[in-house]
């Protein structure tokens, strides 16, 4: 009769079998894989820059759904009315050319060459190549706070705007002058075209914005991108924003189809004045008081990228410090009881000192201490994976040893004693795969308490981290101040309550998969 020797993985194909009939086991499965995708594609789900990434939107944004509420319908969302365009590929991509002369021409798109330095925008492709001629008796545009400034063409592109005034509002070119013939200095004007009145953002006498709306001959091809935020305006000079603390709101103050127009100005210097400029891009984006998926802070950062970057702290500590603790609990649980004797002695009384010990203050002074060295602070969350293991290995080696204990004086164990076995083959055979089932489990169950930890670690001390790290934590740090007095901001709920809901999601699903584990290698359970 031929004998069929099991397969090595049959085991775990049958443990496998009974997990996925259970189905708190499988719920808690999902939700860490969704944690888990959730961490690992952080850097593709949000580019934001979840610590330095201030001003993304208007500090205490709602998530943009949340317009849907009663509430909030009306608020403006944070984004591109006028969005930037690749002109290398898109043509105008809506945007209407006029020139003030027949001398004016709008010639093809052109490869973006910087050359002479400056700046160069994020991975540019193409620009828009004009070259443009004015009459010398053509008359000066009207805005005086750009002298002796004739429109040369001008770049036009409409939108509508449907929602309450935004916070803020920002406006962007990005633009290189390969020529100025007999012109003195362009200026870049930029205009908003409301239903009812006409608002240039520009002026060359403001030392805040004259840097960013003039070329000179000097410059000719550098690529410069101007950059005007409203806030700046009230301090410009400018008359019609004199006093005014929101540009913005006095600008997109009612509803309808409004311009944006962006004219390229020039100062002539003698007769038949001529200039070639580039353009890569033009945009304006609106700062309203709804952004993303989640929101922003009280610094206008972008909550949703805080919260997929701090779920990596939270799995990589909960996860590490639980692998590292019932890896400790186990030797140690092994040890003293195959061992027993003097070995089991030894480990019990150490086993008892480490559990008397204060665990969370004496975590927070140990992190403090560490905090306070620049060299251990780099890696603060890496000492605090160690510091989680070695104070939180006692309890699992009293639940392996007590395991063990069991498991060695059954006849099995005996009879291959008996029959010549060394310590080995008995650990090998008979006594870890008997314990494996015990630590799978507790592996599980001890990482949700690990998380739970981490975050309250980072509660309380949050100040004794790297700025460049967030975890969940830290968001409820941060945010307890406006959950607990800002009414004005609706208690930001969208702050702090995606990171508490999380940390007790992920929390409750190791439990499950730990329960679930559990009922799978304990006969006793699983028989109920």
Known sequence: MEIRRASPFSGVIRSARLYLKSKIGVIGLAIIIFFVLLAVFAPQLDSNDPVFGTNVAAPWSIPAWATVFPQYQGIAVTSYTVSPINFGSQGLGGWTFTGPSAGSALHSISPVVPNKGGFLPRNPTGSLMVNASISSSAPTTTNPYLPGGRVFFSLTQTFHWTSKPPSGVNVNATVQAVKMNNVSVIYLNYIFSTPTRNYSLSTASSLLIGPMVTITPSELGTWKQDYIQSGILASSGIKDFSGVSYPSRLIFNQTGTYRF??????????????????????????????????????????????????????????ILS????????????????????????????????????????????????????????????????????????????????????????????????????????????????????????????????????????????????????????????????????????????????????????????????????????NPRLRAR
């Open 261 to 318: 127009i962006v004219e390229v100005q020039g100062v002539p210097s003698g007769s038949n004045p001529s200039i070639s400029v580039r353009i890569a891009s033009a945009s304006v984006k609106v700062l309203g008081g709804a952004y993303g998926v989640l929101g922003t802070d009280n610094e206008g950062r972008d909550v949703f990228s805080q919260f997929v970057w701090g779920a990596r702290i939270s799995l990589l500590i909960g």
């Open 322 to 521: 639980g692998v590292g603790a019932v890896g400790l609990g186990t030797l140690a649980g092994i040890a003293a009881g195959y061992l027993g004797g003097f070995w089991d002695e030894v480990i019990g009384r150490i086993t008892d000192f480490v559990l008397v010990l204060p665990f969370l203050p004496l975590l927070i002074i140990l992190t403090f201490i560490m905090s306070q060295n620049s060299f251990l602070a780099k890696s603060i969350y890496t000492w605090v994976i160690v510091i989680f293991a070695i104070l939180s290995w006692p309890t699992i080696a009293k639940i392996v040893r007590s395991q063990v204990l069991s498991v060695k004086e059954r006849s099995y164990v005996e009879a291959s004693r008996a029959l010549g076995a060394d310590t080995g083959h008995v650990l090998r055979k008979h006594i870890l795969p008997n314990v494996t089932g015990l630590v799978y489990s507790q592996v599980a169950l001890n990482v949700s308490g690990f998380i739970l930890l981490e975050a309250a670690l980072d509660f309380l001390t949050v100040s004794l981290y790297s700025p460049g790290v967030t975890s969940w934590g830290i968001m409820l740090t941060q945010a307890l101040p406006d959950a607990t007095g800002n009414s004005a901001a609706s208690y930001v709920w969208w702050w702090f309550l995606p990171p508490g809901i999380a940390i007790a999601l992920l929390s409750l699903a190791f439990v499950l998969v730990g329960f679930a584990l559990d009922s799978i290698f």
